[in-house]
């Protein structure tokens, strides 16, 4: 390496050769076969030394770091709700991580605040909200439990300064929902015996008359219903509760709506699908994971509120050592979970930039034609069966006499694919998710081949056990 290189000409030089290294490694091997900690802590040079290295021994030590990375952006990966790699949202990424403005203040990050409000605005008008106030958290977990503590404060203003008194605080979310929910309700101090599990239809969808029914016999033993969380685009089958049923129960009966959209809120980027989200602006909060489905680098998430002020009524502390002049619109800080808080905008407006409305709408309508392919496969399969429709761009499906699990387990195992499981029924099933834009119908037909092929020698591994 030249001796006289800048320091920053030497990392971008180095940064550029990890990325087309890890792309090579990635058309060579789309599967990192999974290592135990131990023997990768032996191969990896971890410890922190005494003295400094040098800028190239560094990029050395982090190459190696990189090539025992498991992949997430090959068209072999197919397991969690994110996967792939938009190169204009790495490029926010990266340009958002050499500045380095913090966003609580546009004193500090100036420019950079424009583009976190302007994302908010855009955003929450596709969900429906005209003028909708938010802020960018560091995912769907939080997302959520932002609106609660929204709808928390709602139904008692005097919590925050006198803390908990009257009767319990209820709320509902379906058996399907996130576990990031029944999560926020303990956090919140609302106790997860408070967090009720309403019915699902045979979709996956909650029934708004079971919900009806839960909420008449809490208010019948002198509880006080909160907030419905309703979940668009649910972790396992991708269902989509009525939002609009849900509105009406929730205006009857004076509820906090929130829409946990984290997955599915998406969704309304294609005019074909954007009709699972009907209802969702009559909700009052709503959070929108664009590091899911819209391909922004992890984390990117957005949670929404339909009614200005209440993020900063229940969020706002005085801090005036930070929050010096500008307005508090100006001030994310004022509307945020967290003190310092990194750029997570630049790199959706990136991408949005790139791709447009249009090439986003493109985006969710391959995931879901991909979808619909895979489950057409799973179909024509004997040794397959789908056990549910897909609700969206989830194909759940079991396999004749092998075990999800262990299956998933050696497709990953053997260099394969990356495929997760899910329980359904009370039944674990191979839960693929069609999320991943660098998977196209040959990955996945390359998928089902080699996991039926799996799945073949694991059956007549068991029958030979069984018969020794
Ligand atoms: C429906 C739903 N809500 C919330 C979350 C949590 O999102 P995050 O992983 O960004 O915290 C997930 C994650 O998969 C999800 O599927």
Redesign the pocket.
């Known amino acids: 390496m030249d001796p006289d290189l800048d320091p920053l000409e030497h990392v971008a030089d180095l940064f550029t050769r990890i990325l087309l290294e890890r792309q090579a490694q990635e058309a060579r091997e789309p599967v990192v076969p999974p290592r135990d900690p131990e023997s990768l802590r032996d191969v990896l040079d971890l410890e922190l030394p005494n003295k400094g290295q040098c800028l190239e021994t560094v990029g050395r030590r982090l190459r190696d770091l990189v090539r025992h990375t498991p992949t997430t952006a090959s068209g072999s990966f197919f397991n ?2 994110f996967g792939g790699r938009e190169p204009a949202s790495l490029l926010g990424e990266t340009v958002a991580a050499a500045l380095n403005n913090s966003m609580y203040t546009y004193k500090v990050a100036g420019a950079q605040v424009l583009v976190e409000l302007e994302l908010i605005k855009q955003m929450g008008l596709l969900v429906g909200f005209d003028d909708a106030d938010g802020v960018f958290t ?7 439990l932002t609106g609660m503590l929204l709808a928390r404060d709602r139904a008692r203003p005097r919590l925050r300064a006198e803390g908990f008194s009257g009767p319990r605080l209820r709320v509902y979310t379906s058996k399907d ?2 576990y ?1 929910v029944a999560k926020a309700v303990t956090l919140l101090g609302l106790g997860s015996e408070n967090l009720v599990r309403v019915a699902v239809d045979d979709r996956g969808r909650m029934v708004p008359a079971a919900l009806e029914e839960a909420i008449r016999a809490d208010v019948a033993a002198g509880h006080e219903p909160m907030m419905v969380n309703a ?1 668009a ?3 396992v089958l991708g269902a989509f509760d009525p939002l609009d049923e849900l509105a009406d129960v929730c205006e009857d009966h004076g509820l906090w709506l929130h829409v ?1 959209g ?3 809120g998406s969704a309304v980027l294609d005019p074909d699908q954007a009709d699972h989200l009907s209802g969702c602006g009559r909700a009052d909060s709503m ?1 929108w ?1 664009a ?2 489905l819209m391909g922004a680098q992890l ?1 990117c ?1 957005v949670v929404l509120v339909r009614e200005r002020g209440l993020l900063a009524r229940s969020l706002d502390e005085n801090a005036s050592y930070l929050f010096q002049g500008d307005s508090d619109e100006l001030n994310p800080g004022t509307r945020s979970l967290q003190c310092g808080r990194r750029n997570d905008a630049l790199k959706l407006w990136t991408l949005w930039q790139s791709l447009g409305n249009e090439g986003l709408a493109k985006r969710l309508a391959g995931f879901r034609s991909l979808a619909l392919h895979a489950a057409k496969i799973v179909q024509e399969a004997p040794d397959l069966k789908l056990v549910r429709e897909p609700e969206f761009l989830n194909v759940c499906f079991a396999v004749d006499g092998v075990s999800a699990e262990n299956l998933c387990a050696e497709l990953t195992d053997r260099g394969l694919a990356m495929v997760g499981y899910a329980m359904v029924d009370g039944e674990a099933v191979v839960r693929l998710t069609l999320v991943n834009a660098q998977a196209d119908e040959n990955d996945l037909k390359l998928l089902f081949k080699r996991l039926r092929k799996v799945a073949a020698e694991l059956r007549e591994a068991a029958l030979m056990r069984a018969a020794s």
Do not use: V, Y
């Open positions: 969690q709700l560091p995912g769907g977990s939080l997302s959520n929902s996130h990031s979940t685009g649910t972790t946990d984290a997955f599915g959070a994971d590091h899911k984390s998430s």
